[in-house]
């Protein structure tokens, strides 16, 4: 399964009815699967790291292109048009950046920006003992950055912590990129702040209703969500199709990862490094050192 599929009760008491016992996630993230309800019945494993590289590198690219104005020149240029009117970009070099969250891609996404030559603050609910990093408080972080890029999983405490009243504490003009999930940020929140021009700009590779949209082609059909088509049409907003993963190594490792998980799982007596397991509270990291089954 995949980021966009819903697992919900329903789900997994039907898929327990018919017998299965293993859900295999082809993803790092699991907020779309309720591990709770699962426990007890189906056991869950997903893919922790498949190639925090091509995240951290896709939110770069983002940012660049927005800062630089790159996809205002490249549909000039395909016209002919090589004006400059409305390019002028800002450098990277001393800016401050925000990283919410340091696992790997966090931490790959602050090495890339160092070499940019950027200062670095950082919030993480778990911060990296001796890492070098510049840990902040979250208030500190949303008022001093001058470029937010959000690196954390969406759990019920990150849900919109990026909400109208944190937009009110940022710096005017700052930009905000995620890659992560579109639920971290109040989508109506986000307009607002872009309408005010306190937000310069939005570099989303991830949307909060992207489940019915993401992953097909609309490009024949009148787009019904009035919310995504409106931020699509703003021109300080560049949007991708959660298409940060999308690498050939990424890809090879997330098919590597979900076999080596089934087999592991099938094979070792139901025991699996990456299983999520509900019971013990810490979902990803079970208590049992996973030299036991789950359940």
Same mark, same amino acid.
């Given at each position: 399964?995949?980021v966009?599929?819903?697992?919900?009760? =329903?789900?997994?008491?039907? %898929?327990?009815?018919?017998?299965?016992?293993?859900?295999?996630?082809? $993803?790092?993230?699991?907020?779309?699967?309720?591990?709770?309800?699962a426990?007890?019945?189906?056991?869950?494993?997903?893919?922790? *790291? @498949?190639?925090? @590289?091509?995240? =951290?590198?896709?939110?770069?690219?983002?940012?660049?292109i927005?800062?630089?104005?790159?996809?205002?020149?490249?549909?000039?240029?395909?016209?002919?048009?090589? $004006?400059?009117? #409305?390019l002028?970009?800002?450098? %990277?070099? !001393?800016?401050?950046? !925000?990283?919410?969250?340091t696992?790997?891609?966090g931490?790959?996404?602050?090495?890339?920006?160092?070499?940019?030559?950027?200062?670095?603050i950082?919030?993480?609910l778990f911060?990296?003992?001796?890492?070098?990093?510049? @840990?902040?408080?979250?208030?500190?972080?949303?008022?001093?950055?001058?470029?937010?890029?959000?690196?954390?999983?969406?759990?019920?405490?990150?849900?919109?912590?990026?909400?109208?009243? *944190?937009?009110?504490s940022?710096?005017? !003009?700052?930009?905000?990129?995620?890659?992560?999930? #579109? *639920?971290?940020i109040?989508?109506? =929140?986000?307009? /607002?702040g872009?309408?005010?021009?306190?937000?310069?700009?939005?570099? %989303?590779?991830?949307?909060? /209703?992207?489940a019915?949209?993401?992953?097909?082609?609309?490009? #024949?059909?009148i787009?019904?969500?009035?919310?995504? $088509?409106?931020?699509?049409?703003m021109?300080n907003?560049?949007?991708?199709?959660h298409? =940060?993963? %999308?690498?050939?190594?990424?890809?090879?490792?997330i098919?590597?990862?979900?076999? $080596?998980?089934?087999?592991?799982?099938?094979?070792?007596?139901?025991?699996?490094?990456?299983?999520?397991?509900?019971?013990? !509270?810490?979902?990803?990291?079970?208590k049992?050192?996973?030299?036991?089954?789950c359940?």
């Amino acid at each position: 399964m995949f980021v966009n599929d819903t697992v919900n009760k =329903a789900v997994i008491d039907r %898929l327990f009815e018919m017998g299965v016992k293993l859900i295999a996630l082809r $993803s790092a993230g699991y907020n779309h699967v309720d591990i709770g309800a699962a426990y007890g019945k189906i056991h869950v494993v997903h893919v922790p *790291a @498949y190639s925090p @590289y091509a995240v =951290a590198e896709h939110a770069m690219a983002l940012l660049l292109i927005s800062v630089r104005r790159i996809h205002k020149a490249y549909n000039r240029t395909r016209e002919f048009n090589f $004006s400059l009117n #409305g390019l002028t970009g800002f450098d %990277l070099h !001393g800016k401050t950046v !925000g990283v919410i969250g340091t696992g790997k891609i966090g931490q790959i996404f602050i090495d890339i920006c160092r070499g940019f030559g950027m200062n670095v603050i950082a919030y993480d609910l778990f911060p990296k003992k001796d890492s070098g990093i510049n @840990y902040v408080s979250l208030n500190e972080l949303f008022s001093e950055s001058d470029i937010i890029s959000l690196h954390c999983p969406l759990t019920e405490e990150t849900r919109h912590m990026v909400n109208k009243e *944190a937009i009110s504490s940022m710096k005017k !003009g700052v930009v905000i990129v995620n890659t992560s999930r #579109g *639920a971290l940020i109040d989508t109506q =929140a986000l307009i /607002e702040g872009i309408k005010e021009r306190k937000i310069g700009a939005a570099c %989303l590779d991830v949307y909060e /209703e992207e489940a019915d949209v993401f992953f097909e082609d609309r490009s #024949g059909h009148i787009m019904d969500d009035e919310t995504l $088509s409106r931020l699509i049409s703003m021109p300080n907003v560049i949007v991708t199709s959660h298409q =940060a993963f %999308l690498t050939q190594e990424a890809l090879q490792s997330i098919a590597e990862t979900t076999i $080596s998980n089934i087999l592991s799982f099938f094979d070792n007596d139901g025991i699996c490094d990456n299983e999520l397991c509900y019971h013990c !509270g810490n979902i990803e990291h079970c208590k049992k050192e996973r030299k036991e089954r789950c359940f």
